[in-house]
């Protein structure tokens, strides 16, 4: 996909939204009424191609040097009438327009992989302008900071975001927000959507939800010797095995309820989310499934729960395929710490929810132009790929009102911007890096 064809996609999402500016105005029918020097085209723009210098450093960048610029304050006064959901609706519009381009990156087998996950990101505000659901006092934080949870889908081919919803700290719920975009997500023609997803997203809702869409799950599950999801199945001797179970699901211990020969039997309590049955009936549910059970590395071993069919996915590639799931791991240090979602130019919440959408479209915008790049294979030790860092930075300067659309051939500049590949380099987590304070406005660029 030519660079050129990604920005117009950009541009067309952003026009369709703001072609009806009351349908994400605070206030409609006042909101946006007005000809301003920002408008609500050119303020979503900026606020995808800004970095983390100082907001007034990023105008001058925006708008070029030009004496007639907008100044902070009108543009806090626009920000101040959009909703952060106009910024949703151009993630979407703009994912639903590449998407449906004939070079997409695809895999050739009908699937769509797609990782779930999550991750806290943090801002400084007082109590005046975020409410307490925000406020908490991570690690050593004395004075405390605010945080927003992004709960994320990420396509694993194409290497961009296909949905996110943004929660409260004090309000997170991975499971109903994997539920929530799971109903709502989207599948491409002739494809069917792999929802892959860590300990944390193990539940029979889950699994539920996915089944009802017609799709597939591939999750983590605590091993059979734990207390967790499969704790009490009848397991082979062997350490390592690949076995089908059925389970029938019901939200009341009355004896009137029957449950078929071969089955297990599950009791889902009041607390726990089941969205199929409600609690006291005498409705069932019945879910089958594979548990998959192999060694990795260090001796021990892994257990995955997934209905994906076993003549297309045998456990070595199940276990493959759960280890890809660490590439949306690696865009969320590149989301915050090279997009830029550790470094705010707000304490308003709405206002970080816009720059965290924008946050979005720009990863997904560098990753969409990295993608155009081909890089020539030569006879050397490693192979090559793009330096998502200056990628970041042109994608940035790609975007901006004053580069003219046609002077610079971004594919060209992008394959000259090449570091080695190194996946043999392995490096334990750091159990310090849960929790880092983000910086304060005066500590940048000004």
């Not at 792999?194 to 591939?218: I, K, P, W």
Request: net charge positive; aromatic share 14%.
């Amino acid at each position: 996909m030519p660079h050129n064809k990604i920005k117009n996609a950009f541009f067309s999402a952003v026009n369709s939204v703001t072609a009806d500016p009351d349908q994400f105005a605070v206030n409609p029918k006042k909101d946006f009424t007005r000809q301003r020097k920002i408008s609500p085209d050119s303020l979503i723009s900026f606020l995808v191609s800004k970095g983390s210098s100082s907001a007034r450093v990023e105008m001058l960048d925006f708008w070029g040097l030009d004496q007639k610029m907008p100044s902070l304050p009108a543009l806090n006064q626009q920000r101040a009438k959009l909703k952060p959901e106009a910024l949703e609706a151009v993630l979407a519009q703009f994912n639903d327009s590449v998407s449906r381009q004939a070079d997409f990156p695809a895999t050739d087998n009908g699937y769509r992989y797609l990782a779930a996950d999550g991750s806290t990101t943090t801002f400084f505000s007082t109590p005046k302008l975020a409410p307490p659901e925000y406020f908490c006092s991570p690690g050593h934080s004395a004075s405390g900071v605010y945080s927003i949870h992004i709960n994320a889908f990420f396509d694993l081919d194409a290497h961009i975001y296909t949905d996110a919803i943004l929660q409260p700290v004090h309000e997170k719920n991975e499971f109903s927000a994997f539920c929530r975009i799971v109903d709502r997500h989207g599948v491409l023609p002739g494809r069917k959507n792999v929802y892959t997803g860590d300990r944390g997203f193990c539940s029979y809702n889950n699994m539920a939800h996915v089944v009802e869409r017609g799709q597939y799950f591939l999750f983590r599950t605590k091993d059979i010797h734990s207390k967790g999801l499969i704790g009490n199945f009848d397991f082979p001797e062997t350490e390592s095995f690949d076995i089908d179970v059925t389970v029938t699901l019901t939200r009341s211990h009355s004896s009137k309820i029957s449950v078929p020969p071969g089955t297990y039997r599950r009791f889902i309590d009041r607390a726990s989310a089941f969205d199929f049955i409600e609690y006291g009936t005498l409705d069932t549910y019945t879910l089958t499934f594979r548990i998959v059970r192999f060694p990795i590395s260090d001796g021990s071993y892994e257990c995955i729960v997934t209905n994906l069919p076993r003549e297309e996915f045998p456990p070595k590639r199940i276990k493959a395929l759960y280890y890809r799931r660490w590439g949306i791991e690696s865009s969320f240090r590149k989301l915050k710490y090279t997009i830029g979602l550790s470094n705010y130019h707000s304490y308003k919440p709405e206002y970080i929810k816009q720059e965290i959408w924008a946050g979005l479209i720009a990863y997904n915008i560098t990753e969409m132009l990295v993608n155009c790049a081909v890089i020539e294979k030569k006879e050397t030790k490693y192979e090559y790929k793009v330096n998502f860092t200056m990628a970041a930075h042109i994608c940035r300067v790609f975007l901006r009102l004053t580069t003219e659309k046609d002077r610079y051939n971004v594919t060209l500049l992008l394959q000259k911007e090449l570091i080695p590949i190194r996946n043999e380099r392995q490096y334990p987590r750091l159990q310090t890096a849960h929790f880092r304070k983000p910086r304060y406005f005066i500590y940048r660029a000004a």
